[in-house]
T-cell receptor
Framework: AQTVTQSQPEMSVQEAETVTLSCTYD???????LFWYKQPPSRQMILVIR??????QNATENRFSVNFQKAAKSFSLKISDSQLGDAAMYFC????????????FGTGTRLTIIP | GAGVSQSPSNKVTEKGKDVELRCDPI?????LYWYRQSLGQGLEFLIY????????KSGLPSDRFSAERTGGSVSTLTIQRTQQEDSAVYLC??????????????FGPGTRLTVL
């Protein structure tokens, strides 16, 4: 079974600075997808960024980018120019590409933005 | 267009009562998922629907939990004889199809269930 580990329960960053959230995972599969979701106090999970394992290029979405290290099974999220609206719980998630459709989530990192 | 909606937003019930939680997926999405988010357990998968059938029910924690989907759209998660450990936020997600590059799951706001 796949597992996802987020070793930072809480992180904080000054507004406008850069922060990196860590995620590692364990799998024996070669094809899979990785995701970062954001959950603000409203509870709704919002997709931040996704990465296909077969792609070597790291995904980017505006101020959000990932550092995907397949051999190390590491998938960190970098948030540049942090904004107050970035404050939320961030979850890393794994999905197999072999018919097992569920997402397996890490335990989350609570990000605080310091004005 | 409209996102995934769930009702009720909050539900308080007494131990032993049955509850029904509803999920309206994004129109046209064929895949639908239920997850549970509880303190100390993180987010855990419950059940997955493709159309009206449920190929994967492996996450349902006991036979008190059941779910159905009708018309390839609305889904209902039913918990019978609720227990205090059922208290959690129940999240629903849908995706255009299961698998492949269009498989991104879009989540609803969840239902917070409190069992007294």
């Amino acid at each position: 079974a796949q597992t996802v580990t987020q070793s930072q329960p809480e992180m904080s960053v000054q507004e406008a600075e850069t922060v990196t959230l860590s995620c590692t995972y364990d799998t024996s599969e070669s094809d899979y997808y990785l995701f970062w979701y954001k959950q603000p106090p409203s509870r709704q999970m919002i997709l931040v960024i996704r990465q296909e394992a077969y792609k070597q290029q790291n995904a980017t979405e505006n101020r959000f980018s990932v550092n995907f290290q397949k051999a190390a099974k590491s998938f960190s999220l970098k948030i540049s120019d942090s904004q107050l609206g970035d404050a939320a719980m961030y979850f890393c998630a794994y999905r197999s590409d072999f018919g097992n459709e569920k997402l397996t989530f890490g335990t989350g990192t609570r990000l605080t933005i310091i004005p | 267009g409209a996102g995934v909606s769930q009702s009720p937003s909050n539900k308080v019930t007494e131990k032993g009562k049955d509850v029904e939680l509803r999920c309206d997926p994004i129109s046209g999405h064929t895949a639908l998922y239920w997850y549970r988010q509880s303190l100390g357990q993180g987010l855990e998968f419950l059940i997955y629907f493709q159309g009206n059938s449920a190929p994967d029910k492996s996450g349902l924690p006991s036979d008190r939990f059941s779910a159905e989907r009708t018309g390839g759209s609305v889904s209902t998660l039913t918990i019978q004889r609720t227990q205090q450990e059922d208290s959690a936020v129940y999240l629903c997600a849908s995706s255009p199809q299961a698998g492949g590059t269009t498989d991104t799951q879009y989540f609803g706001p969840g239902t917070r269930l409190t069992v007294l």
